[in-house]
C-alpha cells in the first residue's frame, strides 16, 4: 500500500520513540564512566547487522529498540578511561545541535539561509583563536586528513595553477617530519604529487623537527633539480605529542619561498590552554593550518577545520561556476562564495552547529582549562610510571602523551595493552617508540580524573604480574 510520504504515520507514537531515545542517549552520557570502557559487539547484535535488505520495514518502534541496544557499543572514547590513538570525549552540546541538524536537513554546500550564517560564525572564530589577518578563510570539514587534503591542494596550485593541465613535469618536493602524520603522505599521493614527494625530516630527542637537518635536505632537492614548495610543523605530534618550533619553521619558510602548514589535529586547540599557548607561537604565521574539534575541544565526531591565510588563493583552488550553481543578488541563490567555492564537497552536512554550540555553551576558557587539566594529568601519570621500577618511561612529557614499557620487553608490553582493552578497565593503545613496543596513553578526555589514572596504573601493573 503507498504511503502518502515517508513521515510517521502515527506521529504520537514517534514523538513517544522519540522521547525514549533521548532518554536512553541522556542516560548514556550522564553515565559515560560506567561500565567496560570498551566491549566488544555482542554477537547477537553481530547477527542483526546481517539481515538480508529489507523490503518490507518494520517500523519506527523497532528501529528505536534496536539503536537503543546499539549506545553501549562505541569505540569507547567518551569514557573518562579511554586513552587510546587520539579521540576526543565528545558532549552534551552535540547532543542538542545533532538534533537541531537532524530536524533543519540543512545542506550547507552554499545558497543564503541560516545555516550558513552558523558556518561563518565558527570561521570567524577560528581566525580570532589564531591570530589570522581578516583576509584569511576556512571551512568546516570532516577532519584533519581532508583538511589537509584542502590546504596541500591550496598549497599546490599557489605555487603551480595546476588545476586544468595538472602538475606536468614540475617536481615538486615538500617537508614534515617523520613523526608527522599518515594523512600528509596520502594528500600527496591523492593531489598527484606522489607520496615519496614528502620527505621526511629526522627529529631530534624530543621528537621535534630537525632544523638543521631540513636546511640541508631543502639544499640537496634544489641541487638535484627538484622544486621545494612545501613545508609542514606539526602540533601536536599523534605518537609522542611533541610540538614542532613552529615560530623557526614560519622563518625557514619565508626564506626559502615555502608555503607553511600545520598540522595541529589535536595540539592546535592548545591556543585555549595558558599551558600549551607557548608551544603554538608563530601558528599565527602559518599559510594553512589543519586541526580538529572533535579530538581536544570535544566536539562530537566528526568535525574538523582548514583554515587558510589567503582567501584568494583558498577560492583560487576550488572555485567554478557551472550553470546549475549560478550565484544571484537576491533570493535564496544570493551571498557568494559558498563553502562549496572553498572545498571538494557540493553536498555538506550542517557540522558547524555543534561546533557553534560546544564554544557558545562552555566557552574558550573552560576548554582551555580541560586542555591544561589534561597536560597536568600527563605529568602525572609520567611521575607515577617513573617511581615503577617495572616501566620505563620512552619519550619526554609535551603534551597529553605519555608512553612507557615494561622491562621485561615488547611481548609483555603488548600483552598490557591487549589486556587493559579486552577487561575494560581502560584503553591504551600500543605502538613503538625509537623501535620499542609502548603502551601509549593520550589522554584528551575531559572527564577523566587524577583518580582514573591511579586505577589504570594499577590494571597495568596487576596484568604485568
Ligand atoms: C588525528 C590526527 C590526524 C588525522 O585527523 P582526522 O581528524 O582523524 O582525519 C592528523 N594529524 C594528527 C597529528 C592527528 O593526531
Redesign the pocket.
Known sequence: MARPSLDPENWPAFRASAQKMLEAALDKMEQAGEGAVWAPLPETLKRQMHASLPEQGVGMEKVQAQLEELLPFGVGNTHPRFFG??HGSGGAASLLAEITAAAMNANLGGRDHGAIYVEKQVVAWVKEMFGFPAGASGLVV???????IVALKVARDAKLGARKVGVGAHRLVGYASSE?????NRAFDMLGLGSDALRAVPVNAAFEMDMPALRKMITADRAAGLEPFLLVG?????NVGAFDDLDALADIAAAEGLWLHI?????AAGVLSDILRPRLRGVERADSL?F?F??WLHVNY?A?FVLVRDEGLHRAAFESAPDYLASAARGLAAGRPWPVDYGPELSRGFRALKVWAQITALGTEALGAAISRNCAQAKLLADMVDKEPSLERLAPVASSVVVFAHILGDVATEEIVLRLQENGVAVPSLTSVNGRKAVRVNITNHRTRNEDLRVFLAAVLASAR
Open positions: 590513538w587520539v570532516s577532519g584533519t586528513s581532508m583538511a589537509t608527522a602524520h599518515n594523512c600528509i606539526t602540533a601536536g605530534t599523534v598540522d595541529g589535529a589535536f595540539g589543519a580538529d572533535h579530538k566528526d574538523g
